[in-house]
């Protein structure tokens, strides 16, 4: 089962998230099928927070991939801040 999830990366204390497209079973730093955006939560002033590729996210909603529930929160605020 395909899932779009958060795999953290950055360093200690400054966290950085990629979302991916993976298998449900791989671990959550491990091989992922394609990033299709990023979360950056301390984003301060002009740095972007997050950013989606909302065309791949429909692609791959569209074969059957489910969110998390944390990614489907934040794609419901990336299609706002683009509206």
Known sequence: ???I???RGGSKK???Y??????SRNP???SHIEQVGFFNPIARGQEVRLSVKQDR?????SVGAQPSERVAQLLKDAAKAAA
Do not use: E, I, K, S
């Open 57 to 61: 996210v429909a692609h791959w909603l």
């Open 14 to 16: 400054r966290p950085f």
């Open 28 to 30: 959550v730093t491990g």
């Open 18 to 23: 990629t979302l991916t497209v993976t298998d």
């Open 5 to 7: 999830r958060l795999a």
């Open 1 to 3: 089962m395909l899932t």
